[in-house]
């Protein structure tokens, strides 16, 4: 059984940061694209970054660009999210997916993502 495993999310001032982590479990991830997603309440899903196994591509939402920085540890089967300078508008369930298939570059599309996590929370306070 296949799972992933976020943590590292919990309660933040703004202006502080945050590292998630996303462990996988079941399969190995080392040659397939990753990313996170969020939600808040009351809004969809949206995409926060990816990346693809070797790293020679990475994407973010455009508004997070110089804040976040995805990363991966293959040998561990694991995506870490850097959060840095967070504001409040950053507050919402994060959550970690994986792609089935090796070698497919990352997407922006969360249908595009196979595999979920079940989420972390992050808050951040005023």
């Known amino acids: 059984q296949v799972q992933l495993i976020e943590s590292g999310g919990g309660l933040v001032q703004a202006g502080g940061s945050l590292r998630l982590s996303c462990t996988a479990s079941?399969?190995?991830?080392?040659?397939?694209?990753m990313g996170w997603f969020r939600q808040a309440p009351g809004k969809e899903r949206e995409f926060v970054a990816a990346?693809?196994?070797?790293?020679?591509?990475?994407m973010y939402l455009d508004s997070l660009k110089g804040r976040f920085t995805i990363s991966r540890d293959n040998a561990k089967n694991t995506v870490y999210l850097q959060m840095n300078n967070l504001e409040t508008d950053d507050t919402a369930v994060y959550y970690c997916?994986?792609?089935?298939?090796?070698?497919?570059?990352?997407?922006?599309?969360?249908?595009?993502?196979?595999?979920w996590g079940q989420g972390t929370q992050v808050t951040v306070s005023s």
């Open positions: 997916a994986a792609e089935h298939t090796a070698g497919v570059p990352p997407t922006a599309a969360a249908s595009d993502y196979d595999y």
């Open positions: 079941g399969r190995t991830f080392n040659r397939n694209s």
């Open positions: 990346r693809s196994w070797s790293g020679a591509t990475t």
